[in-house]
């Protein structure tokens, strides 16, 4: 396995997986997502991948392949009056190809992000699961995630 920032060309195969993603969403909280909606056209995409402070790594098989993405962006509160000036990595989406899970790609990713994260002096990794995605939540806990916070709602 081959894990590498995105390129331009990655872009068809990104649009491939963020519809798995939207799907999972979806299925998750319909009342929120859209059933085949984008959440980047291509022309947002093509600034993301040439965004150093929002890194996109895809995880490539034997063949080339993209069986997988994290897209992820550095936060820092700096000077904030209650915050203080450490630097994170938010990884904004992580998802595997839904016929390829099972077979260790999201933990190498997340592996792979956490040694990124680490050398750019970040002091923590950091992201949000949605409630009802059991599998990811799983997923998050068995690599050392704790939840920082929770997000609550009340729909009227």
């Not at 056209?41 to 965004?51: K, M, N, P, R, V």
């Not at 992580?94 to 750019?120: M, P, W």
Request: with cysteine; aromatic share 10%; hydrophobic share 35%.
């Amino acid at each position: 396995m081959n894990i590498r920032r995105a390129t331009l060309q990655d872009t068809p195969r990104i649009n491939d997986l963020l519809l798995q993603v939207e799907l999972v969403h979806h299925r998750i909280r319909p009342d929120l997502f859209r059933n085949g909606g984008r959440k980047y056209t291509d022309e947002q995409l093509a600034e993301i991948i040439a965004d150093d402070a929002r890194p996109i790594f895809v995880a490539l098989d034997d063949e080339g392949r993209m069986m997988g993405y994290a897209f992820c962006m550095f936060q820092q509160h700096i000077d904030d009056t209650i915050l203080t000036d450490v630097k994170s990595l938010y990884i904004d989406d992580l998802c595997v190809d839904e016929t390829a899970r099972g077979q260790h790609i999201g933990h190498a990713l997340y592996e792979y992000v956490r040694r990124f994260a680490k050398d750019s002096g970040c002091y923590n990794l950091t992201l949000n699961v949605w409630a009802g995605n059991d599998s990811a939540e799983r997923f998050y806990q068995n690599c050392g995630f704790r939840p920082q916070k929770t997000g609550m709602e009340m729909i009227l």
